[in-house]
């Protein structure tokens, strides 16, 4: 299938990026990925082994689009949820190692 990344044409087979990315250590994701195998890759890392181009020259959504349309699952990772702020009442509570007035279960 005949895909643009960074204004290029590429011809791309499912098959073809699964030989590509085999041998290849996944990076740790933080954002976007793509699901190759049981492995989940970077879109970017995905992107720089099948272009043999340079990561600032195409966008993540460039390589989810790609990897959609050959068929690989293509995910997100969500944000961590801040930490909830406690009051100080809670932060005494906690301290004395008692729960607070209302929350026992």
Request: glycine share 10%; net charge positive; charged share 20%.
């Amino acid at each position: 299938m005949r895909c643009v990344i960074a204004r290029f044409p590429f011809d791309l087979t499912k098959g073809g990026v699964v030989e590509s990315m085999k041998g290849v250590k996944p990076e740790p994701v933080t954002s976007e990925f793509v699901i190759i195998g049981r492995r989940q890759y970077p879109a970017k890392q995905v992107g720089q082994v099948i272009t043999r181009q340079d990561r600032r020259d195409f966008s993540a959504g460039e390589v989810l689009r790609a990897m959609t349309q050959l068929g690989f699952t293509c995910r997100t990772r969500p944000a961590a949820a801040p930490a909830p702020v406690a009051g100080s009442y809670q932060r005494a509570s906690a301290m004395l190692g008692t729960p607070p007035v209302g929350l026992t279960s």
